[in-house]
């Protein structure tokens, strides 16, 4: 529900940044990427960049790059703070 994912971006929010890097790269390796997506596009701009700050081995980059991909298609830039309203993020007119 909407609130069960509001709960989870806040608790998110609330763990370091290492932490939720690790949460989100278990949740990607159970192909639940779109969900990481999701709550990063929800967290807050300073929040989600931290955690995205977190990828710095070699290894993840790919998974770092995909993300931000991903972000970027739907119309997120973490460096400006300017996030899409969501009737433009879900593609309603």
């Known amino acids: 529900t909407d609130e069960d994912f ?3 971006v806040e608790m998110y929010e609330q763990l370091k940044a290492k932490q939720t890097k690790e949460i989100f790269q278990q949740l990607m ?3 639940k990427t ?3 997506v999701r709550y990063l596009a929800a967290m807050q701009t300073r929040k989600a960049a931290a955690v995205l700050k977190e990828f710095k081995n070699a290894a993840d980059i790919p998974q770092v790059t995909d993300l931000i991909q991903r972000l970027r298609d739907r119309g997120v830039n ?6 899409p309203s ?5 593609g309603a007119t």
């Open 6 to 8: 509001k709960l989870a």
């Open 34 to 36: 779109d969900d990481v």
């Open 86 to 90: 969501l009737t433009i993020a879900s």
């Open 78 to 83: 973490l460096l400006s703070g300017v996030k």
């Open 29 to 31: 390796t159970r192909e």
